[in-house]
Every structure is written in structure tokens, then in C-alpha cells.
């Protein structure tokens, strides 16, 4: 059993920054691969990212790619999604997850996981 918890997340001007973060403990953390998700008011639970293992291996949803990046700490099993040039199409409740196999997916089913989330307000 994996317990994850989020944290980082506020209120920043659009153009700004922010770094959440994602802490693991129980089990093996290091053996799961990671993905961040984002609920917006009113819509579905959306993909935003997704790490491997070690952290080498990344890849994006296209509304971040460029301006968000993913990695991790498995010393400290904690994962952390750095976010730059923040809109404020990024205000929703993000949301980190943990997934046993270590494919890539973007979908919400395939992760085994999931953190309480944290708010992100990127005001105008």
C-alpha cells in the first residue's frame, strides 16, 4: 500500500511558477511509476504528465508540454512537477498518482494510487 500526499500547490499570477510536490511512503515507491493529473471545476480528471522509474524516461499532455516537467527523488520518494508559465487555464486541483507496471499511461484506471490533491489558482 503506497500512501501519496501533494503539496506546493496556491495561488500565483499567470506568467509564474510553481513546484508541487509529491511525497510516497509505504511499500516500494521507487518501483511504481508516477503521473500527474489535473481536475478543473465541472470537468473530468485530465492527464497532465508521467515519470518512470528512475525519472529518465517523461513524457506530456501537449496543453503543458514545454512548460511543465516531472521528476523525482526515489532518495527522498518524492516526485515533483515543476510548472512554468502558468495560465490560467491550469486552475484545477492537481493530483499525483502512482502505477505499478512501468508503461506509460494516461489514462486515470490504469494507476493504482492516488494523492488527496492540491489547488492551483493561476489568476489573470
Known amino acids: 500500500q503506497v500512501q501519496l500526499v501533494e503539496s506546493g500547490g496556491g495561488l500565483v499570477q499567470a506568467g509564474g511558477s510553481l513546484r508541487l510536490s509529491c511525497a510516497a511512503s509505504g511499500g516500494n515507491p521507487s518501483t511504481y511509476t508516477m503521473g500527474w493529473f489535473r481536475q478543473a471545476p465541472g470537468k473530468e480528471r485530465e492527464f497532465v504528465g508521467w515519470c518512470g522509474r528512475n525519472g529518465g524516461n517523461t513524457y506530456y499532455a501537449d496543453p503543458v508540454k514545454g512548460r511543465f516537467t516531472i521528476s523525482r527523488d526515489n532518495t527522498k520518494n518524492t516526485v515533483y512537477l515543476q510548472m512554468n508559465s502558468l495560465k490560467p487555464e491550469d486552475t484545477a486541483v492537481y493530483y499525483c498518482?502512482?502505477?505499478?507496471?512501468?508503461?506509460?499511461?494516461?489514462?486515470?484506471?490504469?494507476?493504482?494510487?492516488w494523492g488527496q490533491g492540491t489547488q492551483v489558482t493561476v489568476s489573470s
Open positions: 498518482a502512482a502505477r505499478s507496471r512501468i508503461y506509460l499511461s494516461i489514462r486515470t484506471y490504469d494507476y493504482d494510487y
